[in-house]
């Protein structure tokens, strides 16, 4: 008989061990716990990001420019890191556009997705002088009436619903009935309307899904992109100036799971460009990405608050939980709940092993870091780290619920 094989983590490597620690941007946890002065926390990895801009850059054609979508991480010191490596911001709201526009990059290459704009949200993103993804008709109404108050071409770009779906994809966000963009059949009608505004036309943005591990599913939709762009662009006022093909790239964050093989996306991408840039000369094509940027460079730690038995199970109970990492806790849209991959931080493949449970220190069951996990033995005092914890970390949990302390976030390592 044969056992069967149980699914691993796919392996990490962009945080060294050193003497059994966990070494993040330089710094071993425990020490990097106590330079922060309190648990829970995040830390991002400086260096990792920027090796992760650079190995991207190096397997896409350089025809193309790198957007980072800022919800994924909004926070002020990891923004400013990704403007100075990427070529645009795209950001979902208000509060992130002031953000993008304190990095100093170039408002012409910060835009803004998203619907439910309000009034506010359009008067700062056309007096800003940042290229708003409209999402409907009634939003390029809006604008244009706004720039007209302020004095100020708006310049817009047409989000589209595209008439396909990712295949695979964590997240769909395109394809059928969606409130995000313009339904890809009513879009011509959309650009007479526009050629008659005061308004600068810049393109499309099309985005078909999210968190995709699969080359050959990201190799369809950027062909049904580009065929869908060239049809549109017939019906535009102007040239297009940007053709923002989305994203979508994934992460591997459960068991079983296989790391996106970048490469075959580049090339697939570097035999589609040539007749694209025939078809649409002057275009700029963008990607934008999101956790496949930061979402490997950052970890969550916490502290081991008691260790307890139950009924043959045991508990590790820490300091930190959904309140502040919703996904890891797998209540951020997943049906089944997985582990992400967690190590005890400082004994992280030394030492006797055992099978523990961690949670946190919410009154409620959904409050759990890792399930009935592998982990090295460990107890009070002992630090607890979430991996794949840069993306859809701390901005996308329920940090009020229960009233616990805040998590503190950290950008660690140095610059150049
Ligand atoms: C959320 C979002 C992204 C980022 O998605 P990731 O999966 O983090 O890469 C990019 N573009 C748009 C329009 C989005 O809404």
């Given at each position: 008989m044969t056992t069967p094989v149980r699914p691993q983590h796919a392996p990490l490597e962009q945080f060294p061990i050193v003497n059994d620690c966990l070494v993040v941007g330089g710094v071993p946890l425990p020490r990097l716990a106590a330079q922060v002065?309190?648990?829970?926390?995040?830390?991002?990895?400086?260096?990792?990001?920027?090796?992760?801009?650079?190995?991207?850059?190096?397997?896409?054609?350089p025809e193309i420019a790198l957007h980072y979508a800022m919800k994924a991480n909004p926070m002020p010191a990891v923004v400013q890191h990704m403007a100075d490596l990427v070529d645009g911001l795209?950001?979902?709201?208000?509060?992130?556009?002031?953000?993008?526009?304190?990095?100093?990059?170039?408002?012409?290459?910060?835009?803004?997705?998203?619907?439910?704009?309000?009034?506010?949200?359009?008067?700062?993103?056309?007096?800003?002088?940042?290229?708003?993804?409209?999402?409907?008709?009634?939003?390029?109404?809006?604008?244009?009436?706004?720039?007209?108050?302020?004095?100020v071409r708006p310049q817009v770009a047409l989000r589209i619903n595209p008439d396909f779906e990712l295949k695979s994809s964590g997240m769909k966000m395109g394809g059928g009935p969606k409130q995000f963009g313009i339904d890809a059949e009513i879009a011509p009608d959309v650009l007479a309307r526009l050629a008659q505004l005061d308004v600068d036309f810049h393109g499309f943005h099309i985005f078909s899904g999210s968190q995709n591990l699969k080359a050959a599913a990201l190799r369809e939709a950027h062909e049904k992109t580009f065929a869908l762009a060239l049809r549109l662009a017939a019906h535009a006022p102007a040239p297009l100036r940007t053709l923002n093909i989305g994203g979508g790239f994934g992460i591997p964050y459960f068991p079983g799971e296989e790391r996106l093989d970048i490469q075959q996306v580049g090339d697939?991408?570097?035999?589609?460009?040539?007749?694209?840039?025939?078809a649409l000369p002057g275009v700029q094509i963008v990607i934008e990405l999101g956790r496949y940027l930061v979402g490997e460079a950052g970890v969550y730690v916490s502290r081991i608050i008691e260790r307890k038995e139950s009924r043959g199970r045991t508990y590790l109970v820490t300091d930190g939980g959904l309140h502040h990492h919703l996904s890891a806790s797998g209540n951020f849209g997943q049906v089944i709940r997985k582990n992400y991959p967690v190590v005890i931080g400082n004994r992280v493949q030394q030492g006797p092993r055992e099978t523990a449970t961690v949670v946190g220190p919410l009154c409620t069951p959904l409050d759990l870091l890792a399930d009935?996990?592998?982990?090295?033995?460990?107890?009070?005092?002992?630090?607890?780290?979430?991996?794949?914890?840069?993306?859809?970390?701390?901005?996308?949990?329920?940090?009020?619920?229960?009233?616990?302390?805040?998590?503190?976030?950290?950008?660690?390592?140095?610059?150049?």
């Open positions: 002065g309190q648990t829970p926390f995040y830390a991002y990895d400086r260096g990792a990001l920027t090796r992760r801009v650079q190995a991207l850059r190096t397997a896409l054609p795209d950001v979902a709201s208000g509060g992130e556009l002031r953000v993008a526009l304190d990095t100093g990059i170039d408002p012409q290459h910060i835009s803004f997705a998203g619907p439910g704009k309000s009034a506010a949200d359009l008067a700062s993103a056309v007096a800003a002088g940042i290229v708003l993804n409209v999402e409907s008709a009634g939003e390029l109404e809006r604008v244009a009436a706004i720039g007209k108050t302020l004095h697939g991408l570097r035999a589609m460009l040539p007749d694209v840039l025939r009935q996990m592998e982990l090295a033995q460990a107890g009070p005092g002992d630090l607890v780290a979430v991996l794949q914890s840069g993306a859809y970390g701390l901005s996308a949990s329920p940090g009020a619920f229960l009233s616990h302390p805040a998590a503190a976030e950290v950008l660690v390592g140095r610059r150049g």
